[in-house]
C-alpha cells in the first residue's frame, strides 16, 4: 500500500487501519512486526489469526493483545492520519510497498511504516550520508556545505538528519545539487524540530523529502534521535562524519552504519581539536580518511563522479567567470561576483574541494581548469 491524498477512499483507510494498529501494539516492534507479517500476511490476516497459532511467532502477552478489539489510540491516529494524507505531496509507505527503500530492507529491524513529505523517490535513490556535530566549528559548516553541494552535483542523494551544525548545512549544499536532500526526522512527520529549522524543513518538503518512521504528532523525545539514525545510515551507501567530538551522537550512526555494511569515511583535523577527535577516532577504527569529495566519489566507485561535478560548476556557478585565469583576493571576488564574503568563502571552498580552484599562498585564489 502507497497511501497518498489521492488515495484516502475507504479501501486505504481500512487497510491503513490495520497498520496502524499493528504499529501501535504493545510489545510489537519491527523485528516482532516484520515475523508477523513475514508467517501470516498481511495485517488483516494477522489479526485474523488464532492465538495458538499466535503464539508460536510471539510471546502469549503479545498474541492476546492482537486478539483483542482495536484500542481507541489506533482509530485516533488512524483519523490523523487520514486527513494528513489528504495534504499535497504527504504518503505512507509500508513495509509491503514496493515503493518501500530497497536499502532498509536490508537492516535488521526496517520501520514498519514510513511517513513522507515531499519526494518519496528520493528515498530509493543512491545516497551519501552526511552528519557531524551540532555545535560545529565555522569550518566545518563550510565543509558539509562543500561536499554536499558537490556530492549532490555528482547526482548523490543527501541524507542527514535535520539537527542544527552540520546537518542543517549538509541539507543546503544537498538542494543545490540534482541529487537532493533527504531530512530523516526524530518526530513526527507533521512536526518540525528544532524549530528554528522551520524554514529548511519547508524547502525539504517542497524540494527534497522527509521522512519519519514515528507516528504523526509525536514530539521530539531524547530516545527518538539515537533510534532513526538507524535508518540515515540504512538510506546510504555510505556515511561520511565531518565533525565530531569523541562523545558525539554521530558516532552511533557511524557504529550502526558499520553494522549495515555501509562504508564510513571521515574527515581529519587538527589534533588539538575537540570537534576531530570522534573523526580521528574513526579512522583508527578502519574509516576512510577522505580530504575531497572526488575522495568520497572514488570510494563509492560512482561513475562519471568528478566530470558531473565539473559539468555543474562551469555551467552554474557564475564564481568561476569572475575568477577568470588569474591570481585574486577574496575581495576582488566579492566585488567582481556580488557575493557576501561568507558565501564567497563557502562558494571558494566548494570549488576547492571540487577541485576548480586552487587555494595559493598570500591569500589568492586561481582557477585549475
Given at each position: 500500500?502507497?497511501?497518498?491524498?489521492?488515495?484516502?477512499?475507504?479501501?486505504?483507510?481500512?487497510?491503513?487501519?490495520?497498520?496502524?494498529?499493528?504499529?501501535?501494539?504493545?510489545?510489537?516492534?519491527?523485528?516482532?512486526?516484520?515475523?508477523?507479517?513475514?508467517?501470516?500476511?498481511?495485517?488483516?490476516?494477522?489479526?485474523?489469526?488464532?492465538?495458538?497459532?499466535?503464539?508460536?511467532?510471539?510471546?502469549?502477552?503479545?498474541?492476546?493483545?492482537?486478539?483483542?478489539?482495536?484500542?481507541?489510540?489506533?482509530?485516533?491516529?488512524?483519523?490523523?492520519?487520514?486527513?494528513?494524507?489528504?495534504?499535497?505531496?504527504?504518503?505512507?509507505?509500508?513495509?509491503?510497498?514496493?515503493?518501500?527503500?530497497?536499502?532498509?530492507?536490508?537492516?535488521?529491524?526496517?520501520?514498519?511504516?514510513?511517513?513522507?513529505?515531499?519526494?518519496?523517490?528520493?528515498?530509493s535513490r543512491p545516497?551519501i550520508a552526511i552528519?557531524?556535530?551540532?555545535?560545529?566549528?565555522?569550518?566545518?559548516?563550510?565543509?558539509?556545505?562543500?561536499?554536499?553541494?558537490?556530492?549532490?552535483?555528482?547526482?548523490?542523494?543527501?541524507?542527514?538528519?535535520?539537527?542544527?551544525?552540520?546537518?542543517?548545512?549538509?541539507?543546503?549544499?544537498?538542494?543545490?545539487?540534482?541529487?537532493?536532500?533527504?531530512?530523516?526526522?526524530?518526530?513526527?512527520?507533521?512536526?518540525?524540530?528544532?524549530?528554528?529549522?522551520?524554514?529548511?524543513?519547508?524547502?525539504?518538503?517542497?524540494?527534497?523529502?522527509?521522512?519519519?518512521?514515528?507516528?504523526?504528532?509525536?514530539?521530539?523525545?531524547?530516545?527518538?534521535?539515537?533510534?532513526?539514525?538507524?535508518?540515515?545510515?540504512?538510506?546510504?551507501?555510505?556515511?561520511?562524519?565531518?565533525?565530531?567530538?569523541?562523545?558525539?551522537?554521530?558516532?552511533?550512526?557511524?557504529?550502526?552504519?558499520?553494522?549495515?555494511?555501509?562504508?564510513?569515511?571521515?574527515?581529519?583535523?587538527?589534533?588539538?581539536?575537540?570537534?576531530?577527535?570522534?573523526?580521528?577516532?574513526?579512522?583508527?577504527?578502519?574509516?576512510?580518511?577522505?580530504?575531497?569529495?572526488?575522495?568520497?566519489?572514488?570510494?563509492?566507485?560512482?561513475?562519471?563522479?568528478?566530470?558531473?561535478?565539473?559539468?555543474?560548476?562551469?555551467?552554474?556557478?557564475?564564481?568561476?567567470?569572475?575568477?577568470?585565469?588569474?591570481?585574486?583576493?577574496?575581495?576582488?571576488?566579492?566585488?567582481?561576483?556580488?557575493?557576501?564574503?561568507?558565501?564567497?568563502?563557502?562558494?571558494?571552498?566548494?570549488?576547492?574541494?571540487?577541485?576548480?580552484?586552487?587555494?595559493?599562498?598570500?591569500?589568492?585564489?586561481?582557477?585549475?581548469?
Open positions: 500500500m502507497h497511501a497518498t491524498a489521492t488515495a484516502a477512499d475507504t479501501d486505504t483507510a481500512t487497510e491503513l487501519a490495520g497498520w496502524l494498529r499493528l504499529q501501535h501494539l504493545p510489545g510489537v516492534g519491527p523485528v516482532a512486526a516484520r515475523a508477523l507479517l513475514a508467517r501470516f500476511g498481511l495485517p488483516p490476516a494477522i489479526f485474523a489469526t488464532a492465538f495458538e497459532a499466535l503464539r508460536e511467532v510471539v510471546p502469549a502477552g503479545v498474541a492476546r493483545a492482537i486478539a483483542q478489539p482495536p484500542k481507541p489510540l489506533a482509530n485516533s491516529q488512524l483519523e490523523l492520519t487520514l486527513q494528513w494524507l489528504r495534504q499535497p505531496g504527504n504518503a505512507v509507505l509500508t513495509l509491503a510497498d514496493a515503493a518501500y527503500p530497497p536499502l532498509l530492507l536490508e537492516i535488521a529491524d526496517p520501520p514498519l511504516l514510513l511517513y513522507v513529505r515531499g519526494r518519496s523517490e528520493l528515498l545516497a552528519i557531524g556535530s551540532r555545535n560545529a566549528s565555522a569550518q566545518g559548516m563550510q565543509n558539509a556545505a562543500a561536499f554536499a553541494q558537490a556530492l549532490s552535483a555528482a547526482g548523490l542523494t543527501i541524507i542527514s538528519g535535520l539537527a542544527l551544525g552540520i546537518d542543517t548545512h549538509a541539507h543546503e549544499g544537498g538542494l543545490r545539487g540534482e541529487g537532493g536532500t533527504v531530512a530523516v526526522i526524530g518526530t513526527g512527520a507533521d512536526l518540525v524540530y528544532p524549530r528554528r529549522n522551520l524554514d529548511l524543513a519547508q524547502r525539504i518538503a517542497a524540494q527534497g523529502c522527509i521522512v519519519s518512521e514515528y507516528a504523526l504528532g509525536l514530539p521530539a523525545m531524547p530516545g527518538n534521535f539515537p533510534r532513526r539514525n538507524r535508518l540515515i545510515s540504512g538510506l546510504a551507501r555510505g556515511v561520511l562524519v565531518i565533525e565530531a567530538a569523541a562523545q558525539s551522537g554521530s558516532l552511533i550512526t557511524a557504529r550502526l552504519a558499520g553494522e549495515q555494511g555501509r562504508d564510513v569515511y571521515a574527515l581529519p583535523g587538527s589534533i588539538h581539536a575537540t570537534l576531530a577527535k570522534g573523526c580521528h577516532a574513526l579512522i583508527k577504527q578502519g574509516a576512510k580518511l577522505v580530504e575531497s569529495a572526488d575522495d568520497v566519489l572514488q570510494e563509492l566507485q560512482w561513475l562519471g563522479g568528478s566530470a558531473s561535478v565539473a559539468a555543474v560548476q562551469d555551467a552554474d556557478v557564475p564564481l568561476l567567470a569572475a575568477l577568470g585565469h588569474d591570481p585574486h583576493d577574496a575581495d576582488t571576488l566579492a566585488a567582481r561576483s556580488g557575493l557576501a564574503m561568507g558565501e564567497l568563502m563557502g562558494e571558494l571552498l566548494a570549488l576547492e574541494l571540487a577541485g576548480r580552484v586552487e587555494r595559493l599562498p598570500g591569500g589568492l585564489f586561481q582557477r585549475c581548469k
